[in-house]
């Protein structure tokens, strides 16, 4: 802080100039809006991500739709800016790109996270079920759709942060219906970089808050989730 | 020796081979007899000894239904093919579904038991109470100790109530105190059913010899690849099955060092 405020000169802000638009952005109607707008579209992408990640993770098992998973991972690789002409013929309106362009964005690092919990399973959950009896669907049903929900719950957490560093990229391609993306593109457009950085702040601890919220979530419908942790440090 | 009747054979395993870029095992053949003792629910108690990369886990999971071998077969109870599920097995580090809790692992098992249908609750607290663990019904595995990890595999194992129990290495890593707990524990469940056969794979030669009936030592004969039977000793016979501080005794330390000679 003490270094910014040294190097600050007269392009950038000084941390005092940020801090006071970072409390008045916060008492306007204007950023509860289009946070709100953000948000929504944010765990909506999320939803309909996981769901998608859960089915292919899920079916992984077998093998064609474990080459599938494994090229959806390979997809991590490919750049949303080139595929955006695509999706805009592919969709409706804006609202719907955006979503879609979204989910396509998430879903390569949900399934990659997903296929490393699989991956890593203890042999010997398959072996407990096999023991007592369980036929092939009990044992996916208890191993991995059941035992490992708090790491779905986990991704999700991690993962959270990669949607939404998107949303704003996204949010610039349709600014119909407003969102932090498009106010923080409208601020870059009149170089006003006290708000720019202002509104990067209000990004910076809504994306903290719900990162802690994810983690207490996890904690409380997944009480064994903290033990494991306690036990790992 | 203590008077007794071998009845029928309840397992037996026939030319059991298993190979993978080398043999693993070959050749292994025995079977288990219902032990009859009169004025006891005397179940059967069998160890198997080999040193350790001998290929003791492959026989464990072969007998347990979870591995196939490469020829031969294990069969149970009227020559039936033994097959995953048949048999309880308790794994080495006691191992439990870490996101259920003990009365939910043991809900579980006890729901495939079906003549425990309708009284799974009441039997689950019945043998809580029995094996000291009905305060513990609401824990998570990870706030277990060892020993008690111990105890719900044994329970979990029993609700499901196959007349076998496979237990790989249960004395390793127990301290002194845990270890006289855990050779109670197993003695009382021999002593449950006529039909209950428990199957040690250890290499803890004392423990596992103090609490069993029949000794199948398995290793390697020279110029042969693979592991098999070498020798079977009938403790019963011997008189040292079936009673307690046997290890004291100058006849089992000489059963002892004729296992460490064989092995």
């Known amino acids: 802080m003490l270094l910014w405020h040294t190097l600050s000169d007269g392009l950038i802000p000084k941390p005092g100039k940020v801090a006071e638009a970072f409390v008045h952005l916060l008492g306007t109607k204007l950023l509860l809006d289009n946070v709100l707008v953000s948000l929504l579209l944010t765990l909506k992408a999320m939803l309909f991500s996981i769901l998608i990640t859960l089915v292919f993770a899920y079916l992984s098992v077998i093998p064609f739709f474990k080459s599938l998973a494994q090229f959806i991972v390979k997809c991590r690789y490919l750049t949303l800016t080139g595929l955006i002409f695509i999706f805009t013929l592919l969709t409706k309106d804006?609202?719907?790109?955006?979503?879609?362009?979204?989910?396509?964005?998430?879903?390569?690092?949900?399934?990659?996270?997903?296929?490393?919990?699989?991956?890593?399973?203890?042999?010997?959950?398959?072996?407990?079920?096999?023991?007592?009896?369980?036929?092939?669907?009990?044992?996916?049903?208890?191993?991995?759709?059941?035992?490992?929900?708090?790491?779905?719950?986990?991704?999700?957490?991690?993962?959270?942060?990669?949607?939404?560093?998107?949303?704003?990229?996204?949010?610039?391609?349709?600014?119909?219906?407003?969102?932090?993306?498009?106010?923080?593109?409208?601020?870059?457009?009149?170089?006003?970089?006290?708000?720019?950085?202002?509104?990067?702040?209000?990004?910076?601890?809504?994306?903290?808050?719900?990162?802690?919220?994810?983690?207490?979530?996890?904690?409380?419908?997944?009480?064994?989730?903290?033990?494991?942790?306690?036990?790992?440090? | 020796m203590t008077n007794h009747t071998k009845a029928e054979i309840i397992l037996q395993v026939n030319d059991v081979q298993l190979s993978y870029d080398r043999p693993v095992l070959r050749d292994i053949n025995f079977c288990i007899k219902n032990i009859i003792r009169p004025g006891f629910q005397q179940g059967q108690v069998v160890t198997l000894i080999g040193r350790s990369g001998i290929g003791k886990t492959q026989l464990f999971k072969i007998l347990s239904g979870l591995q196939k071998p490469t020829s031969g077969q294990v069969t149970i109870h009227n020559n039936q093919p033994v097959k995953a599920g048949d048999m309880g097995v308790i794994f080495q580090n006691y191992y439990l579904f870490e996101w259920r809790t003990v009365h939910q692992s043991l809900l579980l098992a006890a729901r495939k038991n079906k003549s425990l249908a309708g009284q799974e609750k009441q039997s689950i607290d019945q043998l809580a109470e029995q094996f000291n663990l009905t305060g513990h019904l609401n824990l998570y595995p990870q706030q277990l100790s060892g020993g008690q990890r111990q105890r719900v595999s044994i329970m979990q194992q029993l609700l499901k109530g196959s007349d076998f129990i496979l237990l790989d290495e249960p004395f390793s890593g127990l301290d002194v105190c845990m270890l006289d707990k855990a050779v109670e524990l197993l003695l009382q469940v021999s002593l449950s059913d006529e039909l209950k056969t428990l199957i040690i794979v250890s290499h803890d030669i004392e423990t596992s010899v103090a609490i069993s009936d029949t000794v199948f030592i398995l290793g390697n004969e020279e110029g042969k690849a693979g592991a098999t039977i070498k020798k079977e000793i009938d403790l019963i016979e011997r008189d040292l099955a079936w009673q307690k501080h046997i290890q004291k005794e100058r006849r089992f330390m000489e059963t002892i060092e004729e296992i460490k000679t064989c092995l």
């Not at chain 1, 929900?149 to 942060?161: G, K, P, S, T, W």
């Not at chain 1, 560093?165 to 219906?177: A, F, K, N, P, Q």
């Open chain 1, 94 to 233: 804006g609202s719907q790109l955006k979503l879609s362009l979204l989910v396509f964005g998430i879903v390569p690092f949900f399934v990659t996270s997903f296929l490393s919990v699989i991956v890593t399973i203890n042999p010997q959950e398959y072996d407990l079920c096999k023991t007592l009896g369980y036929n092939n669907w009990q044992t996916l049903y208890e191993v991995i759709i059941i035992g490992k929900a708090d790491q779905v719950f986990e991704i999700l957490r991690q993962n959270f942060a990669i949607s939404w560093l998107m949303i704003t990229m996204v949010e610039g391609l349709s600014m119909s219906e407003g969102g932090i993306g498009t106010l923080l593109i409208k601020y870059n457009k009149y170089n006003d970089l006290t708000n720019v950085l202002a509104l990067q702040l209000v990004i910076f601890v809504i994306g903290l808050c719900f990162d802690y919220l994810l983690g207490a979530l996890r904690h409380w419908l997944f009480p064994y989730s903290k033990l494991k942790t306690a036990k790992a440090s």
